[in-house]
């Protein structure tokens, strides 16, 4: 159960195409997704502006900086390594 199944979307589809019209539809995705990247860029502006705030107060202080996040450079697993589950977000299979 709550699995989104294929008539689910295709219910969705109708209902959305009587509310919007066909013609309407194509420019919403279009204005959604420049939305999202503009929050996206946003966000990675503040995140920025963060790091070089931190950067500039430990400067200041005399602190060395912090060595770069090695979680995100590292290489996907390849076939002989098995990924590493993560037990708090499993996933039911049903």
Do not use: C
């Not at 989104?4 to 195409?17: F, K, S, T």
């Not at 309407?24 to 996206?40: H, N, V, Y």
């Not at 790091?51 to 200041?60: I, T, Y």
Request: proline share 9%; no cysteine; charged share 25%.
């Amino acid at each position: 159960m709550g699995a989104l199944r294929p008539w689910h979307i295709a219910v969705l589809v109708v209902v959305l195409i009587l509310l919007f019209g066909a013609k309407r539809l194509p420019d919403a995705a279009r204005s959604l997704g420049r939305s999202m990247r503009i929050i996206k860029a946003e966000t990675k502006g503040l995140v920025d502006d963060d790091q070089d705030l931190a950067e500039k107060a430990d400067a200041q202080a005399g602190r060395t900086p912090l060595p770069p996040n090695t979680a995100q450079q590292q290489q996907p697993y390849t076939a002989q390594q098995q990924p590493v589950a993560d037990p708090v977000h499993r996933v039911r299979d049903n």
